[in-house]
T-cell receptor
Framework: DAGVTQSPTHLIKTRGQQVTLRCSPKSGHDTVSWYQQALGQGPQFIFQYYEEEERQRGNFPDRFSGHQFPNYSSELNVNALLLGDSALYLC????????????FGPGTRLTVL | GQQLNQSPQSMFIQEGEDVSMNCTSSSIFNTWLWYKQDPGEGPVLLIALYKAGELTSNGRLTAQFGITRKDSFLNISASIPSDVGIYFCAGQLTTAGNKLTFGGGTRVLVKP
């Protein structure tokens, strides 16, 4: 049973660049949520996708956008990168919007120089 | 917005000891989850709690959903070295979707 997978594992970008992170949900899951985890802190909710639409959004600027594909996989895009965007980006999947239990992938470590 | 405070922020354990940590919120949740995160990995779900007052165990782990719905507790009995890591509580208010609000974590370390 495949768990949540994310790519790439690590990424280094410079300020002003754009980045795309990818996530495949756990087998049988159709809902994907993205979280940002700064060093030494708990994850912060960015947004959630279900049926290829953004369903909920946290307190993140429009530079953060996403997409969900028909096979339930998802992308997170960040434009005009800032130094403060350096973090571990986590993807979590669940079986629908009302499923309480979310399972996390290993994350993508983004470093902005 | 909602904030979760976890305490202690860090603790040292000796093999065989019982440890406790808790999580308090400024507002209510109707689901509490506890996760463990090891270095370089994503959080792993340990226990989910769905009802105020509920006490749930998973092996040596026991968690409780506080009666006020604003807190939760996690106990680890007879700790072993692999219990080292960061433990996060997360609250969910499922009437507002299933997004998770996380605490700052409790870092569990081994006594030198």
């Amino acid at each position: 049973d495949a768990g949540v997978t994310q790519s790439p594992t690590h990424l280094i970008k410079t300020r002003g660049q754009q980045v795309t992170l990818r996530c495949s949900p756990k087998s049988g899951h159709d809902t994907v949520s993205w979280y940002q985890q700064a060093l030494g802190q708990g994850p912060q909710f960015i947004f959630q996708y279900y049926e290829e639409e953004e369903r909920q959004r946290g307190n993140f600027p429009d530079r953060f956008s996403g997409h969900q594909f028909p096979n339930y996989s998802s992308e997170l895009n960040v434009n005009a990168l800032l130094l403060g965007d350096s973090a571990l980006y986590l993807c979590a999947s669940s079986a629908g919007l009302e499923d309480n239990e979310q399972f996390f992938g290993p994350g993508t470590r983004l470093t902005v120089l | 917005g909602q904030q979760l405070n976890q305490s202690p922020q860090s603790m040292f354990i000796q093999e065989g000891e019982d440890v406790s940590m808790n999580c308090t919120s400024s507002s209510i949740f109707n689901t509490w989850l506890w996760y463990k995160q090891d270095p370089g990995e994503g959080p792993v779900l340990l226990i989910a709690l769905y009802k105020a007052g509920e006490l749930t165990s998973n092996g040596r782990l026991t968690a409780q959903f506080g009666i006020t719905r604003k807190d939760s507790f996690l106990n680890i009995s007879a700790s072993i070295p692999s219990d080292v890591g960061i433990y996060f509580c997360a609250g969910q208010l499922t009437t507002a979707g299933n997004k998770l609000t996380f605490g700052g974590g409790t870092r569990v370390l081994v006594k030198p």
